[in-house]
């Protein structure tokens, strides 16, 4: 038999079975077309929304600052916006470039394009924890993390002694496979591990990963669960992306939140993480690009989340180095600052604008929603909260990922150190809860959390993926495949209650209430029947996911994730089917195209008019037409 060379890159990280790493080829192979179903999906989805109007902001900062470089480049440097630096500016002007053309579609599109990388990258990561538990922790035991040595010099004797044992109960036993641990994770005592055998308890290798002593049930093997153990982690978390309406939305918004930050911002996570695992010079470089980068995307987001990284590098490693770990991450982040700095610098002399823009947005946009106008209170906050959970990151996908949190602090507590996949958590929680009191859902949208979006979705995927196939009962449980079906089913039925308690809740709020404010209507018939179908739709799935984890059909976890699928996917197939438009001006029924109609009729284009400037897309106009008093340029 062909030996099976298994490195420390390709094996997961809570080591299975050796015969579901030698199998995966053959039974695994069909989540990949599931992936790019899923991608296609998204594609498809984001695609729908591309006809849809613009914003007063997307059309007068992003969409306006593209079309000046497209046009006229520099020309005119004191009309170029400098709110946030130009990394997204620059790529929409790219696809422009590349289309020959400048128009919504085309910018449209390339924030699709940008997505589409970050659910890419997002799912390699996803598939680099795979199954298991979804962390570098040993799920047992939660003491051994997969990026270093064991903490201090207690944990090497123990390493030593415990292999040394696993050597003598083994001795000359070969592995019939041929399989053997290769680079980083060859084992100290040279124990090869038999095919199909449980790993010997304490077994350690060079890379500080704890063989796990996986469990006899298999959980469904007999139907080929326990192959492809990194593949359904990437399937959930690309589903939990692709059915979320505000990802869908953020794909078409022109705007460097929703656009662009979860990319950047995702990426600086990967390099921080990898970091984290193998702090190398060469990692520590990779920290420094990834950081200059999501600064030249926007200068808020990144620095805020650069102290989480920071105490993240401190706790992830044992406790007698954890001061210098934590200054070689400032180290790295201030190189990339100092980098951004020197390249910002550079961009504007070369051009003439005015670099000192963005830095006078960032003091101004922090007075404002800290203290200033768009301070919050608890009205602000109530509906930042209300647009958070309707647009995707409901109560039951916040319910699992206050477990996972809880969880990954147990196990750090028991281990004495976090996890590198622990990073995630953190920044989607600094995020999510960040923008919860500072920032907000401008126009009823999530904007300032779509970079954690994509983070959350790692943390639940990694959250959901080991209970699915390895339920926390010790009693024979359904297989994979009947859990597959029963979690289906209740993703379904819960879907089809929310859409008819709740038709699109958005709508509700956006618009009846609004309608009955401007007619002096009461609002309390309206928003007491939308508190109803929330509360009926929430009780029904909560119930729902106890009653089966209770007679032990579905674990938990993958009934938080069923049923936190529904409402989504109800909204989302709400809003594709909508015949109104679902982004900043939400509601939205053609009456745009209806002035516009009447400005065209009556030969009213060169005069100067006072119109929503939304309008101008229906018009036409070329971006030499600045004869209206609005920001918006067309060709």
């Not at 656009?259 to 996570?269: M, R, Y």
């Amino acid at each position: 038999m062909p030996r099976l060379r298994l490195t420390a890159q390709n094996y997961p990280a809570t080591l299975p079975l050796p015969h579901s790493a030698m199998t995966d080829h053959r039974q695994s192979w069909p989540i990949r077309p599931v992936i790019a179903g899923l991608l296609l999906l998204f594609v498809a989805l984001a695609a729908r929304r591309v006809p849809q109007l613009m914003g007063q902001d997307e059309i007068s900062h992003y969409f306006k600052l593209a079309g000046l470089l497209f046009h006229n480049g520099y020309q005119n440097p004191s009309e170029l916006i400098t709110f946030s630096p130009h990394a997204y500016p620059l790529w929409l002007v790219a696809a422009c470039r590349l289309a020959g053309a400048h128009s919504p579609a085309i910018v449209k599109s390339a924030g699709i394009a940008l997505w589409l990388l970050c659910l890419l990258v997002m799912a390699g990561i996803c598939r680099r924890y795979g199954g298991g538990n979804g962390t570098e922790r040993h799920p047992s035991a939660g003491l051994e993390t997969r990026n270093g040595a064991t903490d201090g010099a207690r944990s090497q004797t123990e390493a030593k002694s415990q292999a040394k044992t696993a050597a003598d109960d083994n001795a000359g036993n070969e592995c019939q496979a041929g399989v053997k641990y290769q680079a980083g994770a060859k084992c100290q005592a040279g124990v090869k591990y038999q095919a199909g055998v449980k790993y010997q308890a304490g077994a350690k290798c060079h890379a500080g990963v704890k063989a796990e002593a996986p469990s006899k049930a298999g959980n469904g093997a007999g139907d080929g669960s326990q192959a492809g153990d990194a593949m359904p982690a990437a399937v959930l978390g690309l589903l939990l992306c692709v059915t979320m309406p505000a990802v869908i939305q953020a794909a078409v918004t022109v705007d460097i939140d929703q656009a662009a930050l979860p990319l950047l911002v995702l990426l600086l996570g990967l390099a921080a993480e990898r970091h984290a695992q193998t702090p190398t010079g060469r990692s520590a470089v990779l920290v420094a690009l990834a950081s200059a980068l999501a600064l030249w995307g926007r200068i808020t987001t990144p620095a805020v989340l650069m102290p989480v990284l920071v105490l993240h590098a401190g706790l992830a490693t044992a406790p007698g180095a954890r001061r210098r770990r934590a200054a070689v991450m400032a180290a790295a982040l201030a190189a990339g600052g100092a980098l951004f700095l020197l390249t910002w610098w550079l961009y504007c002399h070369a051009t003439g604008m005015d670099g000192a823009g963005v830095f006078r947005y960032f003091a101004t946009a922090l007075q404002a929603t800290t203290i200033g106008e768009r301070g919050g209170n608890t009205q602000k906050w109530l509906q930042n909260i209300a647009a958070l959970t309707l647009w995707g990151v409901n109560p039951f996908l916040l319910t699992l990922f206050g477990l996972d949190g809880w969880h990954r602090l147990t196990a750090a507590w028991q281990a004495r150190r976090l996890a590198a996949a622990d990073l995630y958590w953190l920044t989607a929680a600094a995020i999510l809860a960040g923008y919860l009191f500072v920032g907000g859902a401008l126009f009823g949208f999530p904007k300032y959390h779509c970079p954690a979006l994509p983070l959350l979705a790692i943390c639940l995927a990694q959250a959901g993926a080991g209970p699915w196939r390895r339920p926390a009962w010790t009693q024979p449980a359904p297989s994979a495949r009947r859990q597959l079906a029963i979690a289906a089913a209740l993703t379904v039925l819960l879907a089809l209650t929310a859409g008819l308690l709740l038709h699109d809740p958005v709508w509700t709020l956006r618009v009846d209430v609004r309608t009955a404010q401007l007619f002096s209507h009461p609002l309390r018939p309206v928003l007491l029947s939308l508190a109803t179908g929330l509360a009926a739709t929430y009780v029904l799935g909560s119930a729902a996911v106890l009653i089966l984890a209770k007679t032990r059909r579905l674990p938990i976890a993958a009934g938080l994730l069923a049923a936190g699928l529904a409402p989504n996917i109800a909204l989302l197939a709400m809003q594709t089917a909508a015949p109104y438009a679902t982004g900043y001006i939400y509601g939205e029924e053609g009456e745009t195209k209806v002035i516009a109609r009447l400005i065209a009729a009556h030969h009213l284009e060169q005069q100067p008019l006072f119109v929503p400037v939304e309008v101008v897309q229906h018009l036409g106009w070329s971006v030499e037409d600045y004869h209206c008093y609005f920001p918006a340029l067309l060709r």
